[in-house]
């Protein structure tokens, strides 16, 4: 074998295995997670990512129903044989769905690992763990990750103000977010909100926690199945790219900039602008349009500040090989310069 053969079979070879309390909990090999998407969380990107050696989520709600659900599981099942999680994301609705029948199907399809996100999910933690099913809760504040250990769960997923979707509405962003979850949770904790490379991963890890989880950055992955322009919208857009809006409305929420978002912000800026003035724009299922189709004038299209840090559109197993290196040349070069 030539030398440069060997440096490109060298670079293709899986990079060590980065230990943590989270990889150990959940049986994976890199602490990163992608975390739950609706419509973008199916088979095609979670089974890329757990067998990248990550662990993938498939987002309960975004099939149609439980049975849809059940198949999907399978479905995914056939693309990997290695773990991965179901996302349940528990909102406030006017119509709520049936959460206790999708997490029947989750229950009954023997699913080990549950991310759950969202309001009061004491019913469904209650019931997954008494099924022995881990379970991961996704939070934006020291105080929930802390009423969710106490509620039994088995890890925390701590999303920073710079998150695509609910950021919550204390705007602490992960440097300081982090490190004062991990002053006070016990069990392992992933950050989440802002992360896309090798540096974030390494400065996770520095900051306390086990991990990461990503959402924005694997939805410009060959493997997420959206729209290549709706990929290529997340690459154009640097880190000043999305819009906080229905913060009036104590809901806040993290978007990609678009002219649907911008409109959304300027008519709830007037002063007693209620849900109802947005509500025709703010549809899930005209986001869903724009995702499908990449028509970019669709609807909302969730994305982080990371987008500052994208600018390619990579495939899974590509991105991961990528971040974990960087991590390891990061933590095994560039740091131990520092000392002495
Ligand atoms: C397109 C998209 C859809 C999302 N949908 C959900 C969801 O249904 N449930 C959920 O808990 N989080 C959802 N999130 C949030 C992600 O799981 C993750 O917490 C977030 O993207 C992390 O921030 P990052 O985008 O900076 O990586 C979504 C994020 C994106 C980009």
Known sequence: MSTAEALVQNEKKAPQRIKTRF????????????????WVGRAE????????????????????????????????????????????????????????????AIIDSGIKIVETAGHNPQEHVADFKEHGIIVVHKCTAVR???????????????????????????DIPGLVLIPAAADKVKIPMIASGGFGDGRGLVAALALGADGINMGTRFCATVEAPIHPKAKQLIVDNDERGTNLIFRSLRNTARVGKN????????????????????AHLVKGAQGRVLLETGDIDAG?????????????????????????????????KRLPGFVG
Not at 23 to 38: C, H, K, N, R, S
Not at 146 to 169: K, N, Q, T, W
Not at 304 to 311: F, H, S, T, Y
């Open 23 to 38: 990889t150990e909990l959940v049986g994976i090999d890199y602490p990163i997670v992608q975390g739950g998407m609706m």
């Open 45 to 104: 990107l979670a089974a890329a990512v757990s067998n990248a050696g990550g662990l993938g989520i498939l987002t309960a709600l975004t099939q149609p129903s439980p049975d849809a659900l059940r198949k999907e599981i399978e479905r995914c099942r056939t693309m990997t044989d290695k773990p991965f999680a179901v996302n349940l994301t528990i909102l406030p609705s006017m119509n709520p769905p049936p959460y206790a029948e999708y997490r029947k």
């Open 144 to 170: 929930h990750a802390l009423s969710s250990e106490r509620m039994g769960v088995d890890a925390i997923s701590i999303d920073g103000f710079e998150c695509a979707g609910h950021p919550g509405e204390d």
């Open 259 to 278: 002219s649907v978002s911008d409109k959304v912000v300027e008519l709830l800026r007037k002063p007693d602008a209620k849900f109802e003035d947005v």
């Open 300 to 332: 909302l299209i969730w994305a982080g500040q990371v987008q500052g840090l994208i600018r390619d559109i990579p495939t899974v197993a590509e991105l991961m090989h990528r971040i974990v290196t960087e991590a390891h040349e990061i933590i095994q």
